[in-house]
């Protein structure tokens, strides 16, 4: 395996990385805003049947993103991450063009696939960082992937909100020069990470995803990561979900005030992830440090579900914004219990888990949510999507505790 060196050829390359990673998670919020107006206007106006695609949407999404990720690792494993990564970006850009001219909606729809598709390229983001940082560095800069993440959720929504403000259109053109403009960039500063002698031969069993799985079951460290990942994610998409609507029942809140909560949610998160799992990882070790970050987490989710005022929400915000220590950490344990030649495959794997639970999750919160605002259970309990997500990530952390074998270096 590579070391990191302190080049401006390797800063730049890795900072490509970030970018990729940011953009990604752009082209997922840029479009929150105004997706479900286009489609609307697709359908006549008519607001239920706009609101079954964009269900629709999202689960094809997630579906495409678990099939596709663990082909794009394999791929990466035997022709290299920079290949793919340039594709994903050239890609994504020519996508965005398409989704903003699309006249109807199958070619919206077809959009939506190109996109799930493209997008799928953070595993291979993942493998490179794994590829050309040292061991004991890891976590940090795995943690610097999710503060892209949380960045490209905050800038996403708030910059789709106001280019859609001037043509529901300009979102996905920003997004189309973004993703261009990166793809000539990396094409001239990012270099090839995985050496030649690492590289395994593609074969559809490799790329087969639950296939891409089973990386996982022969080593307690990675399964038992693995389904706290799992159940992590899972967590997760309750605040896509459930939040607007929670918070417009319960609090009142318009857009305006749920805005400023995902955003300074995406803040807390960059702050965190960019910033402290380092001295915390280095303070607790990181299974210890993913550990303190769940259950952190889990309460301030059961806090969401509780609080009876809409200022008392923002008391568990930062909280939350622990959640980024278990992310950073099992990432960087779980890369450590496979061997060079797995890293693609490992992350691929990964972004496997968390796309499954992308499927399932929303699914789960709606249904949580329509059941709790319905009286169903004798009560009207509207934060039930919020106590089941903090029961989940409660669940997480149990795994992480009791099931997952700490070695010397994370005890």
Partial sequence: MTTTTASPARQAAFYFVIITVALDMLAIGIIIPVLPKLIEGFVGGDVARAAKYVGLFSTLFAAIQFFVSPVL????????????????????????????????????????????????????????????????????????????????FVIGPALGGILGHWDIRYPFWAAAAM????????????????????RTPFSWKRANPLASLKLLLGNRQLWSFGSAIFFSQLAHTVLPTAFVLYASYRYGWGTQEVGWLLAAVGVASV????????????????????????????????WYGTAWTGPLVWIGLPFAAFWGLFNASAQSIMSKNVTALDQGKLQGATTSIQALANIIGPSVFAY?????????????????????????????????LFVTRPTEKQA
């Fill in 271 to 302: 702050i965190v992830q960019g910033g402290l799992v380092k001295p915390f990882v280095k303070a607790m070790g990181e299974r210890n440090a993913a550990i303190l970050g769940l259950l952190l987490a889990s309460g301030a989710l059961a």
């Fill in 179 to 198: 993703s261009l403009l990166n793809f000539a960039y990396g094409y001239f500063v990012l270099p090839e990470s995985h050496k030649l002698e690492n």
């Fill in 368 to 400: 949580a949510f329509s059941h709790g605002v319905s009286g169903f259970f004798g009560a009207e309990m509207p934060g039930l999507p919020f106590w089941l997500a903090s029961v989940s990530l409660f669940a997480a952390m149990l795994i992480t």
């Fill in 73 to 152: 690792g394999a791929l990466s494993d035997r022709f290299g991450r920079r290949p793919v990564i340039l594709s994903s970006n050239l890609g994504l850009g020519l996508d965005y063009i398409v989704m903003a001219l699309a006249p109807t909606l199958p070619w919206l729809f077809l959009g939506r696939i190109v996109s799930g598709i493209t997008s799928a390229s953070v595993s291979t983001a993942g493998a490179y960082i794994a590829d050309t940082t040292p061991p004991d560095q890891r976590a940090a800069k795995f943690g610097m992937m999710g503060a892209a993440f949380g960045f490209g």
